[in-house]
Nanobody, 126 residues
Framework: QVQLVESGGGLVQAGGSLRLSCAASGRAKSTNLVAWFRQAPGKEREFVTAISWSGASTYYADSVKGRFTISRDNAKNTVYLQMNSLKPEDTAVYYC???????????????????WGQGTQVTVSS
């Protein structure tokens, strides 16, 4: 089993920055891929970004490219999401998810991730 705990959410003005953290425990080292998804009120969950265990492969949704950066510190079993130039449309609950292996073409498919955190709220005011 893998346990994931997100932190770092909050309220920020448009144009501001936040850094989310996803701390993993349990069999975290056996997970190859860690991703961030988000879900806004009344909307479906959407893929944001993902990173491989080595950090060599990263994936981003078009809506966040150039503004968000995913990274990981395997010594701390933690994945980070640096969010810059935040927009009101980035407002959502952000979830961390992990999987042992997923094809690159499928990293955006949330139903392929067996492990999820509880989520952290990000609110961007205009």
């Amino acid at each position: 089993q893998v346990q994931l705990v997100e932190s770092g959410g909050g309220l920020v003005q448009a144009g501001g920055s936040l850094r989310l953290s996803c701390a993993a425990s349990g069999r975290a080292k056996s997970t190859n891929l860690v991703a961030w998804f988000r879900q806004a009120p009344g909307k479906e969950r959407e893929f944001v970004t993902a990173i491989s265990w080595s950090g060599a492969s990263t994936y981003y949704a078009d809506s966040v490219k150039g503004r968000f950066t995913i990274s990981r510190d395997n010594a701390k079993n933690t994945v980070y999401l640096q969010m810059n130039s935040l927009k009101p449309e980035d407002t959502a609950v952000y979830y961390c998810a992990a999987a042992y292996t997923i094809r690159a073409a499928d990293v955006g498919s949330g139903n392929l991730y067996p492990y999820w955190g509880q989520g952290t709220q990000v609110t961007v005011s205009s």
